[in-house]
């Protein structure tokens, strides 16, 4: 009988070795689970953090606060200008012109990314119309891509000089363009009278003519 219990005890033990061996392993493998699980979610968020992981489409906003990302939608920009000191409507490197003016301030009231600056054709940008040096626009349209937001206007007009401003903007189809789909463009020319003068009669005014030079 004796040597009956003894072996039982000895089955218990062994028994319970084996149960102890399985629920360490089992901690074990939670332990190693939660460490994997905070490795990754670590990982997400640097790439979240990190503007060169942003996928075409998205911006990332307020990263320092929340990261959260937000699809750009193509849309219709209205503005007005005034073209005194500038070179032109399109982007001239090396020299001021109204697009640069604007890019400037799309990417500082955060509506697009930088990286869209550097190459525009990511943000399908287009202008309706350029202007020469000097020329001004009271009705200029572009499409881009950009945020949605409901002080997008606001933004804009905050970070552009008080040459341009943003009249307002329109959401519009991925195939909206807005050089493209222009059906009409108006052209209105100042000059001075004296302009259409005869030659003989232009000549007899050139003293008159001079005075507008101290002006």
Request: hydrophobic share 40%; proline share 3%; glycine share 4%.
């Amino acid at each position: 009988m004796w040597s009956i219990r003894r072996i039982l005890a000895q089955q218990v033990v062994v028994d319970l070795q084996q149960l102890l061996f399985v629920a360490s392993m089992a901690d074990v493998a939670v332990e190693r689970g939660v460490e994997k699980r905070a490795h990754e979610e670590e990982n997400n968020s640097r790439e979240a953090c990190d503007p060169k992981k942003v996928k075409t489409g998205e911006l990332l906003i307020d990263a320092t606060e929340q990261t959260t990302k937000i699809k750009r939608k193509k849309v219709a920009l209205l503005l007005m200008y005034s073209g005194v000191g500038y070179m032109g409507m399109q982007r001239n490197p090396g020299v001021k012109t109204i697009e640069e003016d604007l890019f400037d301030a799309l990417v500082k009231a955060e509506l697009v990314p930088q990286a869209h600056i550097e190459d525009i054709w990511q943000m399908k940008f287009q202008r309706c119309a350029r202007t020469d040096k000097g020329v001004s626009a009271a009705g200029q349209v572009v499409s881009l891509k950009m945020l949605m937001r409901e002080d997008a206007v606001q933004r804009l007009n905050e970070h552009l000089p008080a040459q341009i401003r943003v009249l307002g903007y329109k959401r519009a189809t991925q195939g909206f363009n807005a050089k493209t789909n222009c059906c009409a463009r108006t052209y209105s020319y100042l000059l001075p009278t004296y302009a259409f003068a005869p030659v003989d009669e232009l000549k007899s005014c050139k003293k008159f003519l001079n005075s507008f030079k101290s002006i």
